[in-house]
Every structure is written in structure tokens, then in C-alpha cells.
């Protein structure tokens, strides 16, 4: 599967053994060149990053462990005092680690004990690859324990033993590695979580595979170029051709909701925005959005209810893109008018916040949809879509978005620091994240608005949300620069985002 040409392919353990087998095939690189080039990029990490003290190298028995003996050989070389920690005999290796482990110069490869990480300054965690998957065991399992309570700098080779390279998922337990060197590509488990949370900063070596290799990723990372072809107003336009957006939401006690989405759309390059809104609310509206317009709805004690909906379907004749649930309430009215609003709005949707939870049970409402639908859930509101705990989302984040995009028909943007932007063809755009100012409330409502203007724009729906999430994360970078992320209010994000947006 070919990434859109805005994101860096994340390849998964299938795709890097192909690229491999490519290169080794087809172009005639040997694969002993490969793992010298592997050891020779963490060996100048390590140098870098731990320039004193001993280093321990913890070698597995496939190719990554043959990856940590050219680091223990290379450093070596260079004066370094080095112990090699073997979880198995080097006898027992094959191929191209045999040949690297029977290279090793100095003193012979140890049997792994924790006693030998005692004292080191850095420990270079080459035990398990991109091929694992599933449970660790011993003596794998032991040694990772070992490592993360050794108190040394970590380097992770490729990606730290017990993450699985395709997915981020852990099963188990897994190295807590400082850095992660990978080779040729960041693999989707580095930037996914939980694995993300393992791998600290991620450096991404060439090792030698020629140009031309073949991309085949089912993942991608999100970078600036997501927002290089974003519509931009010229001579010509209009408040109308420059997106029109209708956020509907708000009930009594929750204004701030709508409010937010709608000034976030306006920021985000949308010419008109209206806020649907129950009748009660308008004036709590109007004064706090001086530049939107209010459309006020029938209401049902303060919230919108099927008795709305005719109101809300003629007013959006003029509409291009809608945000539906910010503020909405969880009255079984308010939900009952969500779910019909769902599927009987012919316009691009954004369903955030309450009115993802009236579709708790309903997601068959979204698949009747005809026009693109985007769904902007936290773990916790996934969890409720697909009916399983939040903890359970949290460890497969990568799977269970794929798997509501392809019930629903929809984008699914499962936010987080790792926000993943799924397609139901199984295509993921991954947020590098790095914004914990973005951790406060209402930001999940600047980030609706955001997509939807950018949908009103007439960006397709992929392209919008992963637009959305990029330029969201730019400004909640944007907004902690002054004062940093703690004292970040959603206002600040919305502030930032003509910046964050712009050329």
C-alpha cells in the first residue's frame, strides 16, 4: 500500500524483510554490509550520546544480536571498555550474527547475568528485533527486567526488545530504552503507543539500501508537508467559497463547547461559521462570537431534540462541512437527535464529544451514511463504541482504530499523543505528538472545528483530519513556547493556529 506522498512510511516488520530481501536480490547488497552498516550507526550513537564509562552490549541470537556484536566490536576498536552479555551460547548462532559474534575482538562474549550491567553508563539492548511478536520469554524476560533497573542510558537497537515493531503493542514487558537507532525506516511501533512510550527519542540510520526500494506501508508518520497544499483565500474568494461551517451542540450549562469548535473552524481559514444551537443558549452564544452567527433551534428544556432536526436540515442547505455533539448533552432526547442528525446530514461530518456517545450501540448509523464522516474519539468513548474497556484500547490503540473504521465506513481519529488518523482500507496517518500543552480541556473541541473547516475547504476526509491533527499539534507547540504546556488553555491553541496553519 502506497502512503500519500505527506507522510513518511512507517513500514512493518513484513515490509522492512521485503525491502531487505530486495536489496540483498536485487541490487546485490550483501546482508553482512547491511548489519556492519546496523552495528556501525548505533556504535556512533553510543559514542555520541554516552561518551564515558563502560558500555554493556546484551546480544539475542538473530540478527539483532549479530547487530549488537558489530557495536561491541566498533566501540572496542575505538578504546572502549565493553562487556558482551550473551543470552546464548554465540555457538549457537547462525548466518551473518555467527560470522559477527566470531569477529568480536578482546575478551569473550559473558552468559547474561544482571551482575554484568552493574556500573555500566550506557547498556545497548540488542536482543529482540522487528520479527518478535507476542509474549517475551526468558531469558529474554529477565534480562529486560535487569535492564530497566540497571539506571544506565539505554539504546534500543531497531526497536526495543518486547515492542512489536508492527503494531507498538506490548504484551508483556518491554526495555525502557533512552533512544531507539532503527534502520532505513521508523517502524509504526516506535511512534505508536504503548511502544512509543519505550522507545525515547527515535534516530533513523541509513544502512546502505539503495534508492528505489520498495514502499509498501500500511502506516505513515504525519509531517509539515501535510499542510502544504492546504486551500488558501485569494483575490477571488468569499466568505462562502472559503468554507462554511455549522457546529451543532450546546445545551443549558454547556456553552463553551460550541463555542470553541466554532472560533477553532474561523481560525482554521473557514469564512462563515454558524453555531446550531437550542433557542435558550443564543444569547450565551452570541456575546462570546462576535464574528459567527447563531442559529437558534427548538429545544426541549434546554436541549436539542428530535423536534430540531427539520430546523437544522433546512439550515444547512447553504452549509459545507458540519460538527456535530460539542456541548450536546447525554439526555436521551439530545442523543436521539444526534443519531438521526448522523444519518440523515448530507453534508462531510465531524461527530466529536457527546455526540459520539449517542452513537454508543448505533454505529450501524454511520455506515447509512452517504457523505465522509469523520469520528474524533479519546480511548475512553472508543472503548464505549466498541464495546470494550478503555485499558483494552490503550493497549491495542493501532488495531482497534483500524477496526471501527472499517465497521463504520469513517475516519477514525483515536487522539492521543500518538493521535492515529485510520481509514477503512486499513491505512493509519500517525501524530509524531510532542504537545502536552494539548492536555487540558476543550482542546478535543478546537480540534473538531479545526477538521471541519478544513473539510469545508474541500479537502478530502483523510487529508482534512490528518491536516487537522497536524496543524493542532503545531499550534499546542506554539501555545507553550511562552510560558510552557502547564499553564496552556484551549484559547491559546486557537490562537496559534493561523500560525501553525500557515505556509
Given amino acids: 500500500m502506497t502512503p500519500p506522498a505527506w507522510l513518511e512510511p512507517l513500514p512493518d516488520a513484513a515490509a522492512m524483510r521485503a525491502t531487505d530481501a530486495w536489496a540483498i536480490e536485487t541490487r546485490g547488497v550483501p546482508s553482512l554490509d547491511l548489519m556492519e552498516r546496523a552495528g556501525a550507526a548505533v556504535a556512533e550513537h553510543v559514542a555520541r550520546a554516552v561518551p564515558e564509562g563502560r558500555v554493556a552490549v546484551v546480544c539475542g541470537k538473530g540478527n539483532n544480536g549479530g547487530d549488537g556484536y558489530v557495536v561491541a566490536r566498533l566501540l572496542r576498536d575505538a578504546g572502549r571498555d565493553v562487556t558482551v552479555l550473551a543470552l546464548w551460547e554465540p555457538g549457537s548462532l547462525r548466518g551473518d550474527a555467527r560470522e559477527e559474534a566470531e569477529r568480536l575482538p578482546g575478551d569473550p562474549p559473558l552468559p547474561f547475568a544482571p551482575g554484568g550491567l552493574h556500573g555500566a553508563a550506557a547498556i545497548v539492548d540488542a536482543m529482540l528485533g522487528t ?52 534502520f532505513h525506516r521508523a517502524k509504526p511501533g516506535l511512534w505508536i503507543s504503548p511502544g512509543k512510550q519505550h ?60 463555542v470553541l469548535a466554532a472560533l477553532a473552524a474561523q481560525r482554521a481559514g473557514a469564512g462563515y461559521v454558524t453555531v446550531a444551537a437550542p433557542a435558550s443558549i443564543e444569547l450565551a452564544l452570541a456575546v462570546r462570537l462576535l464574528e459567527a452567527m447563531v442559529r437558534p433551534l427548538p429545544e426541549e428544556d434546554g436541549k436539542l431534540g428530535p423536534s430540531a432536526l427539520a430546523a437544522l436540515l433546512e439550515a444547512l442547505e447553504r452549509a459545507n462541512a458540519v460538527v456535530l455533539g460539542p456541548g450536546l448533552g447525554r439526555a436521551p432526547e439530545a442523543q436521539a437527535f444526534a443519531r438521526e442528525a448522523v444519518e440523515r446530514t448530507p453534508l462531510p461530518l465531524v461527530v466529536d464529544a457527546d455526540g459520539l456517545n449517542a452513537l454508543i450501540g448505533h454505529l450501524d448509523v454511520v455506515g447509512r451514511r452517504s457523505a465522509p464522516t469523520v469520528l474524533t474519539p479519546h480511548a475512553g468513548e472508543l ?36 493521535t492515529l488518523v485510520a481509514s477503512p482500507g486499513g491505512h493509519v496517518a500517525v501524530s509524531p505528538g510532542g504537545a502536552p500543552g494539548l492536555a487540558t480541556a476543550g482542546t478535543g473541541d478546537v480540534l473538531a472545528g479545526v477538521i471541519a473547516a478544513l473539510f469545508a475547504r474541500g479537502l478530502p476526509a483523510e487529508h482534512a483530519a490528518a491536516a487537522g491533527v497536524h496543524g493542532h499539534l503545531r499550534a499546542g507547540r506554539l501555545a507553550a513556547a511562552p510560558h510552557g504546556p502547564d499553564g496552556v488553555v484551549a484559547g491559546d491553541v486557537i490562537a496559534a493556529l493561523p500560525a501553525a496553519l500557515g505556509r
Fill in 383 to 418: 472503548g464505549r463504541l466498541l464495546e470494550v474497556g478503555s485499558d483494552e484500547i490503550g493497549r491495542r490503540r493501532l488495531h482497534h482504530a483500524r477496526a471501527a473504521a472499517e465497521r463504520t465506513g469513517a475516519i477514525v481519529v483515536l487522539k492521543g499523543d500518538d
Fill in 199 to 258: 522507545a525515547g527519542t527515535v534516530h533513523v540510520a541509513d544502512i546502505g539500501i539503495p534508492d528505489g526500494a520498495p514502499v509498501d506501508s500500511a502506516a505513515g508518520l504525519i509531517g509539515d508537508g501535510v499542510l502544504a497544499e492546504l486551500p488558501r483565500r485569494g483575490a477571488a474568494s468569499t466568505k462562502f467559497t472559503s468554507g462554511n461551517v455549522y457546529v451543532v451542540g450546546g445545551s443549558s450549562g454547556l456553552t463553551g463547547a460550541p
Fill in 131 to 182: 520479527g518478535f511478536a507476542g509474549d517475551v520469554r526468558e531469558p529474554v524476560l529477565g534480562a529486560i527486567r535487569a535492564i530497566d533497573h540497571a539506571g544506565a542510558h539505554v539504546i534500543a537497537v531497531d526497536v526495543p526488545s518486547g515492542v512489536e515493531a508492527s503494531t507498538g503493542e506490548v504484551a508483556g514487558e518491554a526495555v525502557r530504552a533512552d533512544a531507539t537507532v532503527t
